[in-house]
C-alpha cells in the first residue's frame, strides 16, 4: 500500500456524497443515453420504446440480516425495490437480472428458496428473469439485481421538475417497515441472550410485513394514468420521506412545506412508534424502506387526486428561497433535514 | 433454520448446474424479451434497435486478490470483461450501470482509483456509466456491472447456432492470462514469507497484462463486419476454450475437433507453463480468463477469414455423434471435458 497519501473514510462522504464525487464528471458520449446518473433510474432512448434501467445491491449484514429474514421474503424484496425504482420513474418494469454471490455457508436449497421469492414477485407483476450471474463470495450474500422498464418518452417522471405550488403527495402509509424493523430486532436481541425465549411477533404482523415484503406501487402509477393525472416529479421513498423530498427540492431547485398533520400514519405504527418512545412523525419523516411514492401534482389535479386511493397531499412546494420546512402539529416550521438511512451511516453506527 | 431437510452444498452443482437448476422453470412473458438466460447476454427488442445486456459480479477473494490487483486495473477489467459478453453476442456496448459494495477498509481514494479504471475502459470503447449503487459491504469489495449493447436483429450471434463443418477460430492467443495468475500469486507467496523480498515480474510484463488488464475483443467484431464474415456461433472465453467450444457444442446439439498444434499460444507463455511444469496446451485449454472470441464460421469464409488478423482457425465442427474431441499433436483424440475455472471448484480448493 502507498504511504503518505490522504486516505478519508467512506463514512466522511455518505451514500450520496460519494455518488457524486465519482460521477461529476461524466461526459455523455452516445445519444441513446438520454439521462444517466442522478434520478430513479437512467433513461434509453432505444429508437423505439424508450427504456428506464436502475440496479440495486443487497448486502447481507448491512440490508439484511438472514437470522430474521427468510430467504423467500428477501428475493422477493430484491425484486420489489428494483420494481418500486422504475414506478418511481412511471414506467413499467418488463425485464430483470440477478446477480448472486453465496458463501459456502448457504445450501442450494436455501438459493432455490431465495430465487422463490424472486420468481414469486417477477410472476405478480409480469417481469421476465432474462439473466445475471451466480458466483461464490467469501462470506455472506450479495445481491445484485438491474431492472428494465419501459414508458412513452412523454410519461417518464424524473425528481428535478417540481413546479412552485405543486401539490405533494405520497401514496400509503409511512414509517411502519422501520417499526418492523425495531421489532425484528428486538425480538432478535431477545432471541441472544436467551435461546429459550420465543420471539413476539404477534400483533405486528403489518409492521413486519412492511419490513419484509415491501410491494412496488405500480398500482399507484395506473391509477393516475387512468385519471389523467402525471406527475411534475416522482421519487420512491427508499431513504426516508425527509431525504427524498429534499433530492426533489435539491433538484428541482425548490422549496417545500411538509405539514405534521398530513402525514399518513398506520394505527399499530403510531402505537408502536410510543411503546419504542419515538415521535411518530419522526419515523415517518427518517425510517425508510416504505418505498412509496412521492411525487408533486399541478393544483389542477386537486379533485381528480382525491379520488385516487390510498394517496394523501402531505405539502405543497415552494420557491427555493422559502427553504424546506416541516410545519409541526402545534404550527411551528421548522427546518427539515436528512436523518434518513445512509448505507455508510447505518454501517458506523451498527458496528 | 430447518432440521431435517436436505441441505446441499454448493459445490454439488457447480456454477452452470445451480444456473440451470435456478432458471429452468422459466418461462418467458413480455414480447419485448427476445432471449433469457442461457447466452452471453440476454436479448430485447425494443421496438427500436435490438439490444443486448449482460451482467458479471466481481467478488474480492473469489476472482480477484486486492494485494496485487491494483485497484484501477480492477476497475478496468471489470468493464472490460462486461464488454467482452457484448462483443461475444457481435453487437456495440452503449451503456454500463455499476454497482459497488466496500468494507470500511478502503477509502475514498481507493474507491476514486476503481473509478479512475472503469472509466478509463468506459471511454476507451465508448461507453456511457449512466447508473448504479454504492453502498456498504460487511467484508472486502463486491463489483456488480451491467452492460448495454446494441446490434441489428439480424447480427446477433447465438451460442446455439454452429453448423456441421463450421470452421471453429478463436481470437489472440490462450493462456497466458492463467499464467501471469500464477506469476502473482507465485510472487505473493514468497512475499508473505518474507516481506524483504521484492516480487520478480520483470520479464512476465505480458502475461501479467493478459491477467490484470484484459481487452474486449471488439476489434474483432469491427474486422468480421469489413469482411463480410457473419459467425455462425460465438462466445467469449472467460472459464477456458474447452468449457467455452462445449457450451457451442452442447447448445447447438454438435460435435467439433479442435487440433493441439492449431492452439494459439504465446511464445512467453509456452515457455512459463514448461518453467511450471504445465503442458501449454492444457493451459490454453483450461486457463481461462483469456476474453478472447470463440467463434464457428461456414468454410465459405475460409479465404476471408485468414485476412483477418489476429484470428486462428483451431478446428471444426462434427455432427454431434462424433463427440468433442481434442487431436493432440501425436494424432491420438482425446474426449474434451471442462476442467476450466468454476466460481465454485475454486472456491473449494483455494480455501
Known amino acids: 500500500m502507498l504511504e503518505n497519501v490522504k486516505t478519508t473514510p467512506l463514512s466522511a462522504y455518505g451514500e450520496f456524497g460519494l455518488i457524486e464525487l465519482l460521477t461529476k464528471n461524466i461526459q455523455i458520449k452516445n445519444k441513446s443515453t438520454v439521462l444517466g446518473v442522478g434520478d430513479d433510474a437512467a433513461i434509453i432512448n432505444t429508437e423505439g420504446r424508450h427504456q428506464v434501467i436502475a440496479k440495486d445491491m443487497l448486502i447481507e449484514g448491512v440490508h439484511f440480516d438472514i437470522s430474521y429474514c427468510p430467504l423467500k421474503h428477501l428475493g422477493y424484496k430484491a ?13 413499467h418494469p418488463e425485464q430483470v437480472l440477478v446477480g448472486i454471490a453465496a458463501s459456502s455457508r448457504y445450501t442450494v436449497e436455501a438459493i432455490e428458496e431465495l430465487y422463490k421469492g424472486i420468481y414469486l414477485c417477477c410472476n405478480r407483476y409480469g417481469v421476465d428473469l432474462v439473466g445475471g450471474d451466480t458466483c461464490s463470495s467469501v462470506s455472506g450474500l450479495q445481491i445484485s439485481v438491474t431492472v428494465i422498464g419501459y414508458a412513452e418518452p412523454q410519461q417518464i417522471v424524473r425528481r428535478n421538475t417540481a413546479k412552485t405550488n405543486d401539490l405533494i403527495c405520497v401514496s400509503g402509509d409511512l414509517g411502519a417497515a422501520y417499526l418492523g424493523l425495531l421489532i425484528l430486532e428486538r425480538e432478535k436481541k431477545v432471541f441472544m441472550q436467551n435461546p429459550k425465549n420465543q420471539p413476539e411477533l404477534e400483533g405486528f404482523d403489518y ?31 427508499s431513504d426516508g420521506l425527509a431525504s427524498e423530498i429534499l433530492h426533489i427540492c ?57 379520488q385516487v386511493e390510498d394517496v394523501s397531499i402531505i405539502g405543497y412546494i415552494t420557491d427555493e428561497n422559502e427553504g424546506c420546512n416541516f410545519i409541526s402539529n402545534d404550527k411551528k416550521s421548522i427546518p427539515l433535514n436528512a436523518q434518513g438511512w445512509d448505507a455508510y451511516l447505518k454501517k458506523t453506527t451498527t458496528k
Do not use: W
Request: aromatic residues 6%.
Open 79 to 91: 425484486i420489489a425495490v428494483n420494481l418500486s425504482d422504475v414506478a418511481a420513474m412511471n414506467a
Open 207 to 237: 409492521l413486519i410485513e412492511r419490513q419484509l415484503k415491501p410491494e412496488p406501487r405500480l398500482d399507484i402509477i395506473d391509477n393516475l394514468r387512468k385519471k389523467n393525472i402525471l406527475p411534475n416529479s416522482m421519487i420512491d421513498i
Open 250 to 306: 435539491k433538484n428541482s431547485k425548490k422549496g417545500c412545506a411538509i405539514f405534521e398533520d398530513k402525514l399518513p400514519i398506520d394505527t399499530l405504527a403510531y402505537n408502536t412508534a410510543m411503546d419504542f418512545k419515538l415521535i411518530p412523525s419522526t419515523v415517518a419523516l427518517n425510517g425508510g424502506e416504505d418505498y412509496e411514492l412521492l411525487f408533486t401534482i399541478d393544483q389542477k389535479h386537486y379533485d381528480a387526486i382525491r
